[in-house]
């Protein structure tokens, strides 16, 4: 079987980094999904919806223009939320509102949900899993929080932290997938290509 092109639908920089520290050198093509339209509450059903809508746009995007490969084209869309206490938080709009979030989750437990999509194009297949991974932050204090905040870091991630950043000093521990963390779960992404057909090394 043809092996297609692997197309990130993300302008995630951790993303890209995890696929290339395992071989893949994905073309990054930032779906720029308006995720404000999107109301759901469950964080499962929630992260998985915006990481279809976010490879279909860029699938259908590449079909309307009839861009050159398009039809040997893997599309992989990703999406991240934070659950602590039944609240769901994406990325932090502003530094008060990640102060006020790490006052809040620090000492506790809080679920990372990431949503992965991928749509073959060759196969015109369509997958969407989710996984989650139980993050326990440490009970830092304001001063750490207020520093840790002025670094600018937590106001680009979901849950506002990156555990592969300065964040990874305020994690005690995580229990399942790590690199799900980080916002794209390697082993969910070997079991889904293996789904389709292919074998990682395909993209290597």
Known sequence: METPTFILASSSPARRRLLETVGINPIVLPSNFDE???KLTQPRELVETLAQAKAETIANSLIKENLSGKSSSLILGCDSVLVIEDEIYGKPADAKEAIARWQKMRGKMGKLY?????????????????????VHFAPINDQEIEDYVATGEPLKCA??????????????KIKGCHTNVIGLSLPLLRVMLNSLGYQVSNFY
């Open 36 to 38: 404000s339209t999107v």
């Open 114 to 134: 990431t949503g992965h999509a991928l749509i073959d194009l060759i196969q015109n297949k369509t997958l969407v899993l989710c996984r989650m991974t139980k």
């Open 159 to 172: 849950g506002g932290f990156a555990i592969e950043g300065k964040g990874g000093l305020f994690i005690e």
